[in-house]
């Protein structure tokens, strides 16, 4: 899929574990791994703003459009 | 859940009415046309070749074979033949090509036994799955793939069959007053249920594709 997946990078950069980001956002962990590893299909405008709002930073900071 | 296991339980008697249509009475009717024939080559001392059973038309639409009185009534009703078994001797030479149609028809009879010996393996499995609550599972999906296409293939193995018959039969036979018919050759009723069920699946396998996109939304 052209649509990468950046979260891992954000995460790295605000020194925040998985378990914790998840706690914060209110996901499970199982599905916030799914969408770090790029495996997801789509994103809620809800879960994004929460994820942009904890990691204070911006949509296109996580997601990234690559032309294939 | 409860209209699902009620559906499969009419399906199952319906499964074994038709067993029994299909398979028990066709193989008593067999049995009982093999002693026919027995006894005839008993009495004529004759070996039979070839037997056939044939749908014919009569040439002569007001043509009716006999009368019957109905035991009800006790009114005298007419009857006309819609089936007639035919029993060819000396046969000596068959053209080769006869040969290999009835090559291949021995080769479809056996594919077609094989095939509708796997359909009831594969709707057990899936009821089952059904059981487990694994409805939107890509397994079934292939299941009833197979299960589509092996109908579509006994219809149009049957058809083909039953078309190899009319020729034999014309081949073999010529009748006064009978036309062999060809009008039962195809068989309608599998080719549609069997595209029925290739359009049902079609249809379940965009669902398990949105529950899969539904599962990995975020």
Known sequence: MPIIVNLDVMMARRKISLNELSEKVDITPANLSILKTGKAKAIRFSTLETICKVLDCQPADILEYRSE | ?218
């Open chain 2, 1 to 218: 859940m409860k209209r699902l296991k009620t559906l499969c339980l009419i399906l199952l008697i319906i499964f074994f009415g038709s067993l029994y249509q299909g398979a028990v009475l066709p193989f008593i009717e067999g049995v009982k046309y093999g002693l026919t024939i027995a006894k005839y080559e008993t009495e004529t001392n004759t070996k039979t070749e070839e037997f056939l059973m044939m749908d014919v038309t009569p040439k002569n639409e007001n043509f009716v074979e006999t009368t019957e009185i109905n035991s009800k009534t006790g009114e005298e009703v007419l009857v006309r033949a819609t089936n007639i078994s035919v029993i060819a001797n000396a046969i000596s030479k068959k053209p080769i090509w006869l040969i290999i149609l009835q090559s291949v028809y021995s080769l479809l009879m056996i594919v077609i036994l094989v095939l509708g010996v796997w359909i009831p393996f594969l709707v057990v499995k899936i009821l089952r799955s059904l059981q487990h609550s694994e409805v939107f599972d890509r397994i079934n999906l292939q299941r009833i793939n197979r299960i589509g296409f092996i109908i579509l293939a006994m219809g149009i193995f049957g058809s083909i069959i039953q078309t190899l018959n009319v020729i034999s039969a014309k081949h073999f036979v010529e009748l006064a007053h009978f036309n062999f018919s060809f009008a039962k050759v195809i068989d309608f009723n599998s080719i549609i249920m069997g595209v029925i069920i290739l359009i049902m699946n079609e249809v379940l396998k965009m669902a398990i594709e949105m529950k899969e996109e539904q599962d990995l939304t975020i």
